[in-house]
């Protein structure tokens, strides 16, 4: 007859229990995953719950009712509960693990607004196991996809205290929970835009609070003024790891109905000054971004820059839809491109990846052994 079995690794703890749920828990008693019936939850520090499924092949990422999510959260916290009082091996790893149900832990969200304010920060896909500091706020260019969800904010930079300041709250508010973390994430998108030697000294601070590898994003509007490959050298010495760059597209077409001024050859030297600065870069390219108008031009476009980057072990590529869910992109797409369904854009990922390898191999005579991954921008709400 099955039972509940119980892991602890890493600093998270695992339940199965004999209807084959699983719930995943950092050791601050917070729900991480919760899977059920081939349907899987992921939540939020903020305490909201995402349902994460298929529907025709496409992975559909939506945010539950609160009902929805009290009766996962609820069942989670029982399945927690429950193996903490049957004669388990791992039961004694799993007595300090406090039972959170969900009213419980809608006292995050206070703390967490209290810490990050009304917008939730982005993160990238392979960083929702991270700890989210904010050197800045808001971003200095807000017409990118990925700067949108942060319009509404002031651009700002704490000083040096103010952050100090702010990572020691951090910490507090993560408590046992930062077992399960595996980074340190700076942001808003343009923290590494910020005075060098606030940069420097975030940076120290960070490595010396959490011993943990920091990664960030990066501006590729306003970045090219201002930061040389000195600067980046300078950051990897005192801690930055990766570095993850946001490409709508390569096409110049397209990027003038966005009014997005990019330069493309400072974003093609941009990248390469990061990598002769030995930091590992991943790319966040936008599928879908030309429309049903410039769908080819956009897939070569963007494997034509890519392919004059020196991109090589360690780097990744991340296939995202353009939109999430930005009415401002669909407005002007409607308007110039001819807005594409999310099958179109879902049919773009085999060209754009197809079209990434097989440039680099013609303009490098070698193969692309970079992995090039599909995730949505939805999903990655911290």
Same mark, same amino acid.
């Given at each position: 007859?099955?039972?509940?079995?119980?892991?602890?690794?890493?600093?998270?703890?695992?339940?199965?229990?004999?209807?084959?749920?699983?719930?995943?828990?950092?050791?601050?008693? /917070?729900?991480?995953? *919760?899977?059920?019936? =081939?349907?899987?939850? #992921? $939540? @939020?520090?903020?305490?909201?719950?995402?349902?994460?499924?298929?529907?025709?092949?496409?992975?559909?990422?939506?945010?539950?009712?609160?009902?929805?999510?009290?009766?996962?959260?609820?069942?989670?916290?029982?399945?927690?509960?429950?193996?903490?009082?049957?004669?388990?091996?791992?039961?004694?790893?799993?007595?300090?693990?406090?039972?959170?149900?969900?009213?419980?832990?809608?006292?995050?969200?206070?703390?967490?607004?209290?810490?990050?304010?009304?917008?939730?920060?982005?993160?990238?896909?392979?960083?929702?196991?991270?700890?989210?500091?904010?050197?800045?706020?808001?971003?200095?260019?807000?017409?990118?996809?990925?700067?949108?969800?942060?319009?509404?904010?002031?651009?700002?930079?704490?000083?040096?205290?103010?952050?100090?300041?702010?990572?020691? /709250?951090?910490?507090? *508010?993560?408590?046992? =929970?930062?077992?399960? #973390? $595996? @980074?340190?994430?700076?942001?808003?998108?343009?923290?590494?835009?910020?005075?060098?030697?606030?940069?420097?000294?975030?940076?120290?601070?960070?490595?010396?609070?959490?011993?943990?590898?920091?990664?960030?994003?990066?501006?590729?509007?306003?970045?090219?003024?201002?930061?040389?490959?000195?600067?980046?050298?300078?950051?990897?010495?005192?801690?930055?790891?990766?570095?993850?760059?946001?490409?709508?597209?390569?096409?110049?077409?397209?990027?003038?109905?966005?009014?997005?001024?990019?330069?493309?050859?400072?974003?093609?030297?941009?990248?390469?000054?990061?990598?002769?600065?030995?930091?590992?870069?991943?790319?966040?390219?936008?599928?879908?971004?030309?429309?049903?108008?410039?769908?080819?031009?956009?897939?070569?476009?963007?494997?034509?820059?890519?392919?004059?980057?020196?991109?090589?072990?360690?780097?990744?590529?991340?296939?995202?839809?353009?939109?999430?869910?930005?009415?401002?992109?669909?407005?002007?797409?409607?308007?110039?491109?001819?807005?594409?369904?999310?099958?179109?854009?879902?049919?773009?990922?085999?060209?754009?990846?197809?079209?990434?390898?097989?440039?680099?191999?013609?303009?490098?005579?070698?193969?692309?052994?970079?992995?090039?991954?599909?995730?949505?921008?939805?999903?990655?709400?911290?």
């Amino acid at each position: 007859m099955p039972e509940f079995s119980v892991k602890v690794n890493n600093g998270i703890v695992s339940v199965v229990s004999p209807e084959v749920e699983v719930a995943n828990f950092d050791m601050g008693g /917070r729900l991480l995953h *919760f899977t059920t019936k =081939g349907i899987m939850y #992921r $939540r @939020s520090l903020e305490n909201d719950l995402f349902r994460i499924g298929w529907k025709d092949d496409l992975r559909v990422v939506e945010k539950v009712s609160v009902e929805e999510a009290r009766t996962v959260t609820d069942r989670s916290a029982e399945m927690l509960e429950t193996s903490q009082n049957i004669e388990l091996k791992e039961s004694s790893l799993l007595r300090d693990v406090p039972v959170r149900r969900y009213d419980e832990l809608e006292k995050d969200r206070v703390s967490f607004n209290d810490l990050y304010g009304r917008i939730s920060p982005v993160i990238p896909p392979d960083q929702l196991n991270t700890i989210y500091v904010g050197l800045t706020s808001g971003c200095k260019w807000n017409r990118s996809t990925l700067c949108k969800s942060y319009s509404e904010r002031e651009y700002t930079t704490l000083d040096i205290d103010e952050f100090r300041s702010h990572v020691d /709250r951090v910490k507090t *508010f993560m408590g046992r =929970g930062l077992s399960a #973390r $595996r @980074s340190v994430f700076i942001g808003d998108p343009n923290s590494l835009n910020a005075d060098q030697k606030v940069l420097e000294d975030a940076l120290d601070y960070i490595v010396q609070t959490f011993h943990l590898p920091v990664y960030s994003f990066l501006d590729i509007f306003t970045m090219p003024k201002t930061k040389r490959m000195a600067h980046f050298q300078l950051m990897k010495r005192h801690g930055l790891e990766r570095v993850y760059v946001a490409i709508e597209t390569g096409d110049y077409r397209i990027i003038r109905q966005f009014n997005e001024h990019t330069n493309i050859s400072e974003t093609i030297n941009l990248v390469n000054n990061l990598k002769m600065s030995k930091i590992p870069v991943s790319l966040v390219v936008m599928v879908g971004t030309g429309g049903v108008k410039f769908q080819r031009e956009h897939v070569s476009g963007t494997a034509n820059i890519i392919s004059q980057m020196d991109l090589g072990p360690g780097d990744m590529i991340y296939l995202s839809p353009i939109g999430s869910g930005d009415p401002s992109y669909n407005e002007i797409a409607a308007r110039n491109f001819g807005e594409m369904t999310d099958n179109e854009v879902h049919s773009q990922l085999k060209p754009m990846t197809e079209a990434i390898k097989n440039v680099y191999s013609d303009m490098n005579g070698k193969e692309f052994l970079v992995p090039i991954s599909f995730f949505d921008l939805s999903e990655s709400v911290y």
